[in-house]
């Protein structure tokens, strides 16, 4: 009885569209009609894409970045974090505003920052003598630039994440450690790591999730573009979706997204079960 | 997180003894001290864009009569010569709603999760875990041919009720997650002086679940509030936007007047930075995680 609402809500709004989605992917239809049954053909068309690789090959290098340099960046901090330092608590509470405003404001903010030649990142690179630094102009600059925003975006989930798994980790190992003349480097690598391994997986299947499903931070600050080096996956189905009205096609790729997206978290979710039975 | 002092704990364990006291303590403070530097450099590199947006805001924009090192101008130009003020209103509207429809429906259905330990209900968690890690890019396309047979495209009710279903399994861990926490006896007792269910409930678990509650609002808020792609995909007409596709079309037509983006930018920060900096304490990403990890 308790569960009945949120039971609807989701059958309704989350399982409905999402098996639904499933029969528009075997079909060649548009955003209002259903379309000529097509079967597996528009898995194997978009398999047989360039732009589907290319993106596919973004996202993974987006996912990477974006879930090992926020879990570095933020677990780098929740180790300073730790020790004492002044006004403690203003440090957290600050370093958590990327994750809290909005990802539209943060974007404008960074275009501000990089977009133009009369940005400052560009200027400052010009006075550096790097010449002429244009981040969102050059493929490789612009898919850097978004893998740092991802992570600038990213870290203060992270340093919550693992702030609290260093919480719960039992000083006493320390003392015992110290005992033993174990360095700080050998404390960390031999009985942080461990002892924080099973959020740190849990973080990790999470960001995965969230890079891999991430669109507006992409499509503000590059919109995909230049010459679609930064278009993912989640960007190519909805450009093939929304600009293109090919539906098939496009949930087609959100499917086979998905799909590798349940694996990966699967496997990620053994890995945990097997840190817990030791 | 207010609760979890790590610093004091691990603080104990480096504490020196004997005659070491003296040197290390002063070896100490001076450490501190640097590292309260080393970290004020790290906040003040990471806080360059969102002060950039404050600063941008607040300066006059070219052919400004203005002399003064800031001015409010833009923000009265903004607010008097577009349409902020509507996509604001229709921000706050669409956020509240969903965050109270969030709270009644996830709350009784998160005290399922947690006391009932039957197959059924662990697999109702399975699913919501399945359903949570989908992209919404998939869902859009067949709610968008849902919506539009009804009507609901364009419009703001639409937009609030696929928040309502997108926060919605986070929303129920978040709950259950608190509901852990709160001992079974209570409720036990409540039972023996001849309680309902739904009485024990009501006057014994939600009573006691503030902080959860709390916590499952503000994950909502944000929800709401920050989203673009459901917004974008949904609301077509300028009257109907909420800040997020306002803030993008305003960029788009304005893009080298920065005073004027910015204010818009400031006009959109404001509502979750003053509620996060009220109620920081119940913001608790570590929560979706940590529930995570039980189940």
Not at chain 1, 117 to 145: K, Y
Not at chain 2, 191 to 203: E, N, P
Request: hydrophobic share 55%; net charge positive; glycine share 6%.
């Amino acid at each position: 009885m308790f569960a009945l609402p949120s039971l609807i809500l989701l059958l309704l709004l989350n399982l409905y569209p999402v098996i639904y989605a499933f029969i528009q992917s075997m079909h060649n239809g548009t955003l209002l009609s259903t379309g000529p049954f097509v079967g597996w053909g528009n898995y194997v068309k978009i398999l047989h894409e360039a732009s589907f690789w290319r993106a596919a090959r973004f996202t993974v290098i987006f996912t990477v970045s974006g879930v090992f340099g926020s879990w570095i960046v933020g677990l780098a901090l929740a180790l300073l974090l730790r020790t004492h330092i002044p006004a403690n608590g203003l440090w957290k509470v600050l370093l958590l505003l990327p994750w809290v405003v909005p990802v539209v404001v943060s974007a404008t903010s960074w275009n501000w920052l990089v977009a133009t030649p009369q940005s400052p990142l560009p200027i400052l690179a010009e006075h550096l003598g790097l010449g002429n630094v244009l981040f969102l102009a050059n493929p490789v600059l612009a898919q850097i630039t978004v893998c740092v925003f991802k992570v600038w975006i990213s870290f203060p989930f992270m340093m919550m994440m693992m702030s609290a798994a260093l919480a719960s980790v039992d000083t006493n190992v320390y003392e015992a450690a110290k005992v033993d003349g174990a360095s700080k480097w050998q404390t960390f690598r031999m009985i942080t790591l461990p002892m924080i391994a099973r959020p740190t997986f849990v973080s990790w299947i999470l960001m995965t999730i969230f890079c891999v499903n991430d669109f507006p931070t992409i499509f503000l600050l590059t919109g995909g573009g230049p010459v679609n080096s930064t278009q993912s996956l989640v960007l190519l189905a909805y450009l093939t979706v929304f600009e293109n009205f090919q539906t098939g096609p496009g949930v087609a790729i959100a499917f086979l997204m998905t799909l590798v997206l349940v694996v990966v978290s699967v496997v990620l979710f053994r890995q945990i079960r097997k840190v817990s039975i030791e | 997180m207010s609760t979890l002092s790590p610093s004091q704990a691990a603080d104990a364990v480096i504490a020196p003894t004997g005659a070491q006291r003296r040197t290390s303590r002063g070896l100490r403070e001076r450490g501190k001290w640097w590292r309260f530097v080393v970290m004020l450099i790290i906040t003040a590199v990471v806080l360059v864009p969102l002060l950039a947006v404050v600063v941008l805001s607040l300066q006059p924009s070219l052919g400004s009569t203005s002399t003064g090192p800031f001015t409010f101008e833009n923000f009265i130009e903004v607010f008097g010569q577009t349409s902020v003020l509507t996509w604001l209103k229709n921000s706050l509207l669409v956020t509240v709603v969903t965050v109270v429809i969030a709270v009644v429906v996830a709350a009784p259905a998160g005290y399922v999760l947690s006391r009932s330990r039957s197959k059924l209900v662990s697999g109702y968690s399975l699913i919501l875990f399945v359903v949570q890690s989908l992209p919404v890019v998939t869902a859009i396309i067949p709610l968008f041919i849902l919506f539009a047979t009804v009507g609901l495209v364009d419009n703001l009710v639409g937009v609030t009720i696929i928040y309502v279903a997108a926060t919605m399994s986070v929303a129920i861990w978040m709950m259950a997650a608190y509901y852990d926490s709160i001992p079974v006896a209570l409720e036990e007792a409540a039972w023996v002086d001849g309680a309902s269910l739904f009485g024990s409930f009501t006057r014994i678990v939600l009573r006691n679940s503030l902080p959860g509650i709390l916590s499952t609002a503000i994950f909502s808020f944000l929800l709401a509030w920050n989203d673009y792609l459901i917004a974008v995909v949904f609301l077509r007409s300028n009257p109907n936007y909420t800040l997020p596709v306002g803030l993008e079309s305003f960029f788009q037509q304005n893009a080298t007047n920065w005073g004027l983006v910015m204010a818009v930018a400031v006009v959109m920060m404001l509502p979750p930075v003053i509620l996060f900096a009220f109620l920081n304490k119940y913001f608790s990403v570590g929560g979706i995680g940590g529930s995570l990890a039980g189940r």
